[in-house]
T-cell receptor, first 111, second 114 residues
């Protein structure tokens, strides 16, 4: 089983749609979880951390299910500017190789 | 506040040439990392430095060397470039090596080896 798995997409949605991305991870000892956003040919940028109780930042909601080792990202009222690749990131608690990056899910929002 | 700065942004080399990619961060972070990103492969860790004075291999270290010059700077060297090293290289930094804090990335070096 791969350490962090994501559906690569692409997800093609119209403006205003709600879209959800899922991610599963294999290391049950993982304690920290993040969603990053990467625009085409740009660097990954932190979108939000994921907390056990779930957390929301504007139109973005992240959820964590430790029992199922599953993380989700919900985007409401999609904007054209949300078009990007979304990377699920999980820590390993091993120094150095501490963060494992999923390969990403590509979102394309159209007008 | 510049964050993580990488130089150069673009470079074309011939097979067998050497070069050093530079990275500097101004966030007073202890840990620094070098990744490469290839289409369909995701980010792969080349080398990391958990703290000043230490460096360790990541997932794909062959063909590379690193130097943690001081707390701010972490360089990546290709001694004899090969076409398989054509990639986008990202440097990142974080407060600590355990992954409890997110990593912050530079804007990358696009390297082509002919």
């Amino acid at each position: 089983r791969k350490e962090v798995e994501q559906d690569p997409g692409p997800f093609n949605v119209p403006e205003g749609a709600t879209v959800a991305f899922n991610c599963t991870y294999s290391n049950s000892a993982s304690q920290s979880f993040f969603w990053y956003r990467q625009d085409c040919r740009k660097e990954p940028k932190l979108l939000m951390s994921v907390y056990s109780s779930g957390n929301e930042d504007g139109r973005f909601t992240a959820q964590l299910n430790r029992a199922s080792q599953y993380i989700s990202l919900l985007i409401r009222d999609s904007k054209l500017s949300d078009s990007a690749t979304y990377l699920c990131v999980v820590n390993t608690n091993q120094a150095g190789t501490a963060l494992i990056f999923g390969k990403g899910t590509t979102l394309s929002v159209s007008s | 506040n510049a964050g993580v700065t990488q130089t150069p942004k673009f470079q074309v080399l011939k097979t067998g040439q050497s070069m050093t990619l530079q990275c500097a961060q101004d966030m007073n972070h202890n840990s620094m990392y070098w990744y490469r990103q290839d289409p369909g492969m995701g980010l792969r860790l080349i080398y990391y430095s958990a703290s000043e004075g230490t460096t360790d291999k990541g997932e794909v270290p062959n063909g590379y060397n690193v130097s943690r010059l001081n707390k701010r700077e972490f360089s990546l060297r290709l001694e004899s470039a090969a076409p398989s090293q054509t990639s986008v290289y990202f440097c990142a930094s974080s407060d600590g090596p355990w992954g409890n804090q997110p990593q912050h990335f530079g804007d990358g070096t696009r390297l082509s080896i002919l």
